[in-house]
């Protein structure tokens, strides 16, 4: 069964604007770590921002904030004042404990931003 | 700066012959290395976990024998593609585990053609 499920294979943004990625995941471990990476054409991983399973707070880190909703499972990627330089292919991702520091990627969503 | 080296950046290679990639930790010890190999608009797959001083460990449906892992030092990792085919052509990444225990450094990616 798919661990993280990202829904959206592409999305357009207009420059200035908010979006919103979206990410569902599925474990049955109290324990466990959601990331959100971008990859650039360039090809290099670039890590956005981390949230623990235990974390209260939804994590922030610049123009980038995760919507963490435990009960839903879900752990939406939202990108502020969209920028040029932001398209590029978003990645979340999640490891479980147990799962010796593993990382689950979803398919990812290719962000494009318009001018 | 970056902590994860991968070295070559890209390599073209004829079908039949190996291929060598390294991935080096460049400003702490790594015990653990993890080989991901990305196709192009795909997500990354994990294809194995590399230990210092022991096996690698595989993924279910990753040839062992094809892909040759040696974790020979605490900054080292080795991935050796044999008998390299068309069809594995990908872009291979390597990461490591962060010194907080929950974040991942990746290498900036190795791309492989096979002609």
């Known amino acids: 069964a798919q661990k993280i499920t990202q829904t959206q294979p592409g999305m357009f943004v207009q420059e200035k604007e908010a979006v919103t990625l979206d990410c569902t995941y599925d474990?049955?471990?109290?324990?466990?770590?959601l990331f959100w990476y971008k990859q650039p054409s360039s090809g290099e991983m670039i890590f956005l921002i981390y949230q623990g399973s235990y974390d209260e707070q939804n994590a922030t880190e610049g123009r980038y904030s995760l919507n963490f909703q435990k009960a839903r499972k879900s752990a939406n990627l939202v990108i502020s004042a969209s920028q040029l330089g932001d398209s590029a292919m978003y990645f979340c991702?999640?490891?479980?404990?147990?799962?010796?520091?593993?990382?689950?990627f979803g398919a990812g969503t290719t962000v494009t931003v318009r001018a | 700066g970056a902590v994860v080296s991968q070295h070559p950046s890209w390599v073209i290679c004829k079908s039949g012959t190996s291929v060598k990639i390294e991935c080096r930790s460049l400003?702490?010890?790594?015990?653990?290395m993890f080989w991901y190999r990305q196709f192009p608009k795909q997500s990354l797959m994990l294809m194995a976990t590399?230990?210092?001083?022991?096996?690698?460990?595989?993924e279910q449906g990753v040839e062992k024998d094809k892909f040759l892992i040696n974790h020979a030092s605490l900054t080292l990792s080795t991935l050796t593609v044999t008998s390299a085919h068309p069809e594995d052509s990908s872009f291979y990444i390597c990461?490591?585990?962060?010194?907080?225990?929950?974040?991942?450094?990746f290498g900036p990616g190795t791309r492989l053609t096979v002609t």
């Open positions: 590399s230990n210092e001083g022991s096996k690698a460990t595989y």
């Open positions: 991702a999640m490891r479980e404990v147990p799962n010796d520091y593993k990382l689950s």
């Open positions: 990461s490591t585990e962060g010194l907080a225990g929950f974040e991942q450094y």
């Open positions: 400003d702490f010890q790594a015990t653990t």
């Open positions: 474990t049955s471990d109290q324990s466990y770590g």
